[in-house]
């Protein structure tokens, strides 16, 4: 094989997709492809592009046995992952409920554990601006009494309005027949805001559910 500025090595022993063991350094011009595994008990130096269609491992062989306690990864320019931008937050919220049945009250988001029955003048402490654009993922719930019948909802408003509507963007429902249970509700559809919307969050359940507590998890695409 021709040798070039590009140079990829593999130190002692490896196989690659399948071809016959290599004990010496391996050199190949422009761009190396294997379909099949390519595998060294030390190191792989390539001063040009390593791509890997699946999953690039390092630290173990191809069924999984752990291969050495120091092994590093050593990149000189950039590295591209398809979810590396992707963070999740989560929020604690925790309320006296102190309500009727049936009641829809706002999760309180600075701390606050007597809740409000209207957006209405309460963004600053019922509501969140969106740091970039995301989803919803889901509302875990748990109340000191039966809740019954509970709908859990997301509420959100762009550029020009001051609150979200009390009318629920999307909402989700379950019948809990268990205090002190915790309980997640999925949001899957009608779930996404864009960076710079308000976002609030609602509980009404059938029964007075005095002391409860939420997290609310949301996905943020940190590009945005």
């Known amino acids: 094989m021709p040798i070039s500025s590009l140079q990829r090595r593999i130190s002692n022993k490896a196989r690659l997709g399948g071809k016959p063991k290599v004990d010496k350094a391996f050199v190949k011009e422009k761009i190396l492809k294997r379909k099949g595994k390519i595998e060294a008990e030390k190191d792989i130096i390539a001063k040009g592009n390593m791509v890997a269609g699946k999953t690039l491992v390092v630290g173990h062989g191809a069924s999984g046995e752990k291969l050495s306690d120091d092994v590093k990864l050593k990149v000189n320019g950039g590295i591209s992952c398809k979810d590396i931008n992707i963070q999740y937050e989560f929020l604690r919220v925790g309320m006296d409920y102190d309500q009727s ?66 009318t629920a963007t999307v909402s989700v429902s379950a019948t809990l027949s268990a205090d002190d249970t915790t309980t997640k509700f999925a949001f899957t559809s009608s779930n996404t805001f864009s960076a710079g919307d308000v976002l609030g969050f609602t509980v009404t359940p059938n029964n007075d559910i005095n002391d409860c507590v939420f997290v609310i998890a949301l996905k943020y695409d940190t590009t945005t």
Not at 128 to 146: K, Q
């Open 101 to 166: 049945g049936g009641t829809k009250v706002m999760m309180m988001l600075d701390g606050g554990t007597r809740p409000k029955t209207t957006f209405g003048s309460s963004l600053e402490s019922c509501c969140m601006i969106a740091p970039h654009n995301g989803t919803l993922e889901f509302i875990s719930f748990r109340s000191e009494e039966v809740a019954g019948l509970t709908s859990i909802s997301f509420h959100k408003a762009s550029d020009g309005t001051e609150v979200p509507s009390d």
